[in-house]
T-cell receptor, first 112, second 115 residues
Framework: ELKVEQNPLFLSMQEGKNYTIYCNYS?????LYWYRQDPGKSLESLFV?????AVKQEGRLMASLDTKARLSTLHITAAVHDLSATYFC????????????FGTGTRLTIIP | DTGVSQDPRHKITKRGQNVTFRCDPI?????LYWYRQTLGQGPEFLTY????????KSRLLSDRFSAERPKGSFSTLEIQRTEQGDSAMYLC?????????????FGPGTRLTVL
């Protein structure tokens, strides 16, 4: 059974600092997604990572994928308050995008 | 608005009652997914459709749960004889169902509270 683990589960950081969220998964997969969820809202797609070594960047967020280590990272650069949210990674076990297995999420709070 | 929509947004019901939720996917999307999310957890897959065909069901989907997508457009999720453990956010997502970079787009969810 595929397991997806994120750490940390909670992260409180000051504005302007850098930090990394880690996502480990237990079974080989070549496709990994990052989503953002604001309180009481639905999930917003951030990145799709499709192969080993893939790196995507959008604004202050950068995601990478190491399929050999079964590890993805979401790096936050010079955090700002509006990045406060819960971030989920999700793994697509089957190449055909039939279902996603999500991690438990990382609740990020940016302190002014 | 061309996003995924869900109705109702909130539902409060008494234990033992039946409830039905509706999801309207993005219009050109062939695939439609249902997930359940409980407080502090990530979404859990329930089932998905390719057009009108239901292709996979999670073991989380007990026989009290049924989902349909009769014409390959909107979908309904029905829960019969609700239990308190069914209280959760029910999320619908859709995707084109083609291409390597296919992404699931999520709706706003239906929050179910079973009293």
């Amino acid at each position: 059974e595929l397991k997806v683990e994120q750490n940390p589960l909670f992260l409180s950081m000051q504005e302007g600092k850098n930090y990394t969220i880690y996502c480990n998964y237990s079974t080989t997969s070549d496709r990994l997604y990052w989503y953002r969820q604001d309180p009481g809202k639905s999930l917003e797609s951030l990145f799709v990572l499709l192969s080993n070594g893939a790196v995507k960047q959008e604004g202050r967020l950068m995601a990478s994928l190491d399929t050999k280590a079964r590890l993805s990272t979401l790096h936050i650069t010079a955090a700002v308050h509006d990045l406060s949210a819960t971030y989920f990674c999700a793994v697509d076990l089957n190449f055909g995008n039939e279902k996603l297995t999500f991690g438990t999420g990382t609740r990020l709070t940016i302190i002014p | 608005d061309t996003g995924v929509s869900q109705d109702p947004r909130h539902k409060i019901t008494k234990r033992g009652q039946n409830v039905t939720f509706r999801c309207d996917p993005i219009s050109e999307h062939n695939r439609l997914y249902w997930y359940r999310q409980t407080l502090g957890q990530g979404p859990e897959f329930l089932t998905y459709f390719q057009n009108e065909a239901q292709l996979e069901k999670s073991r989380l989907l007990s026989d009290r749960f049924s989902a349909e997508r009769p014409k390959g457009s909107f979908s309904t999720l029905e829960i019969q004889r609700t239990e308190q453990g069914d209280s959760a956010m029910y999320l619908c997502a859709s995707s084109l169902g083609a291409g390597v970079a296919d992404t699931q787009y999520f709706g706003p969810g239906t929050r179910l509270t079973v009293l």
